[in-house]
């Protein structure tokens, strides 16, 4: 009721303004009147009575701001005329205007663009309904599984899935899938695309419902699959077939069995793992005909699916694991390989399921991104405190040239609170505008940091559209930075005492020590952040120049990788190595290519394998983990790996010839107590097959195999030519000294000249030196980006407030150049102030960066965080640029003509 | 003690003029000049602050206003209590009866 009363009095307050102005004004002069006359009668004159009436009744103005203030409609009112006043004030000042909003829009553009990107892969639920039902059931702790490993999250094995499918009861619906990627290429060139694995079941549980035709469902994946389809994604449907619906019934070659189209999926679903988007799927009972001699469906120790559901209601995650540990030791037992020894077996049968929440979904993302992101917005956060502290700092020296015009306000009858309000409206101006232009470059600096992880062969795929998550962050930071760049200066401002202002007839009075203190507490806190940037920007780009540098024990540039598929061939397995054999030495006599050998593992793919080894040395054997890769002759020549003794596989070993080996430094020091290892032998455990022993003739220099950052492993190379069971697939590494281009179509014809059914697929070895560097160079960039700006906006702060103080100081400077001072002592003392807040600000930015430099310790290679170097270089490039930001003003100064500086009194 | 002006106990201003106008409807000096004779100079009413309290209680719809000529034949506006700040009024006498015999006998013994 008296709300409403309020609300209809403030309306008609703001609509009969005017009136009820002129209406309080004559009350007023009726007051005064009234206190007149009854001094008057009390015996005063007219002239003295009017005089104390006056003083006893206080400014006029100040009561009617009184008055208004009790109304809220004025609120709004004052707030309007503030954004009017405060747009005007920035109209007439463009640079300042135009440099912090700049400034506002790279912090907040940055800071939520990196947000963005965690929100992407860490917050934000899959596009699916309910997603906060569906859970996850796998293994708790897996550590110590052996078997085959495929896709990128091998999970559980095909078994295993049919167990807890039959056996499980916490959820109302269960599905399994895995990720993978088919050649749909009929023939030629392979054309890869990202592919899905799926349980029959899968869209069903998820609740997706199709765009065109149908999606898979139970009765698509039974055992056998008579004629399964296939069923595509919205952007794959787009891409390839224009949106056509006629795809329907369409055929696509996948892995050379061609599956009918049944249905495409609704734009907007990406599947459950997020970062990545597929194109086709297929029923997980399809595997065996894709894969044929290495299909893990049945194989009891073939890891490849992740199994996921929704909880039935009423279920919690606590209950569902329960149950899933109550079943576990059942279905281990019933999908025990038969092949594990003792030790094995019992490991395997201690597992114990566990279910766990996946509403936000899977993504390998998490573990690689996932901090270094963190650590990244931190970075950001910084940049976005000294871009506030950089416009706090402009502000302040605005506030003081604006400190008569506020005193006069105040003296008139504004309250203090009127004139916060009406500089914090200035700053809301600055940081909405500056919001807006953010998010703009937010969502162009996101695309490129999305394009900078992808590889052609991952591609990445993010949700990117603007959530409550992001929007709320968004507005959090600028509201927070109005507060820190507006509030200060305007509580600075308005503390002032009008007499003392009004009094001092020329220059300004609030720049006494408390005042420019602050500025200068301001500037040190700008060098310190920015110091513990630059830190952060060299750490980053020296650990991405080791990573670069290293000794990998190859040479990276000039070689090529050519993976040939010969499955349409169907050789026999006997004629395989003798095939291969030919082929690499058809490779070798083109033209151009320097040397040419076979691989079974390539450095960096990601790929590799290991083995058990036992060996003797000094009597005594010694057990454990060798990698091992199956290699052709010249294969340590082609990557200009020494050899550093005995031979290099040739044309004596052979399946008839007692087996050899080559081994590395690392496999020598480990198991053959560093002694030249040539001529000794060891023997490799495998559960089936005979085992050696190897006989060792040859020692090669360390390599690495799956990432720069590891140390050595020991690694015994084996002959291609003793290998018992070849593959339908080779792969060889060229290096050539000519051009790329021309090397490929020469290999291209080759081939197709000894066979036009052999499927090519080529993949320069930089390029995987790129993608195992892309989370480094990501860093490094990022870092290197933010310590730029950090640098050129602390430069202006202290440029700002050197200027600010060779101003305050051209009276003093002008005495002492008449008094003799030479031009190079006024800029000495100009400067002394800068190295002084320079030095403070180097000082505790030192201390904080030590502190601070353990967050990224993980995350650097080659390089302590304390790393010396790094900090003399950071502490000098912002020393030079800060010394040449501060000289600039006290040249100034120093060109002061002395009578100028003194009448300017 | 007495003899000097004391500022008003917070909150209790706007009793005070509805108290004031409960008899007849009066101008703003008016009030002030009767608030100050009825505590014989006890209370000094500042005009920063009364003015403010009349929108306040008129926002609050206790008060209302009409513009009357005064005994000096001078245009004024002139307050008058609503039924709504009659009640209201009744309500706050009540209530600082009840907290002043409060207080009085928490302060008994001592005098």
Redesign the interface.
Known sequence: MSLLRNLAGGLRGLFQKEQAERELDEELRGYLEATVEEKMRRGLSREAAERAARIEMGGPESIKEQVRAVSWESLLETLWQDLKFGLRLLRFNPAFAGAAILSLALGIGANTAIFQLLDAIRMRSLPVKNPQELAEVRIADRNGATGSFVTRYPKLTNPQWEQIRGQQQGFSGLFAWGPTTFNISPGGEVHTVQGLWVSGNFYEVLGISPEQGRLLSPPDDLPGCAAPGVVISHAFWQREFGGDTSVLGRKITVEKHPFEVIGVTPAGFYGVEVGRNFEIALPLCVEPVIRSEFSVLNRRDGWWLTVMGRLKPGWTLDRASAQARVISLGIFEATLPAEFDAGDAKHYLGYQLGVFPADTGVSELRSTYENPLWLMLALAALVMLIASANLANLMLARASAREREMCMRMAVGATRGRLIRQLLAESLLLGLAGALLGVQLAHALTRLLVASISTPSAPLFMDMAMDWRIAGFTAGITTLTCVLFGLTPALRATQVSPGAVLKSSGRSVISGPARFGLRRGLVVSQIAMSLMLVVGAILFSRSLQKLARLDAGFTQNGVLEMDLDLTELHLPVERRAEFQRFVLQQVRAIPGVDSAAEAGIVPLSGDGQNRQVLANSAGQVIEGRSEMNEVSPKYFSTWHTPMLAGRDFDDRDSLTSPLVAIVNEAFGRKYLAGANPVGATFRIKSESKGTGPYLIVGLVKDTKIYDLREDFLPTMFLPVAQKAHHEQNETILIRSQGSLFSLISALKSTVQHIDRGIDMDFTPFDRLVEVSLLRDRLMARLSGFFGLLAVVLATVGLYGVIAYMVERRTSEIGIRMALGADSGSIVRLMMQEASVLLGVGLLIGTALSLAAGRAAATMLFGLKPTDFITYVLAVATLSAVAALASLLPARRASRLDPMAALRNE | MTDKPAGLVQGTLDMLILKTLELEPM????I??RIEQISKGVFQV????L??A???L????WLKCEWRD?E?N????YYILTALGRKQLKGETREWARQAAAIARILEPES
């Open positions: 101008h703003g000096y008016g002030a000049m500042n005009p920063g602050s003015f403010p009349f929108r306040r008129e926002r609050a719809g005064t000096n001078r245009r004024a506006k």
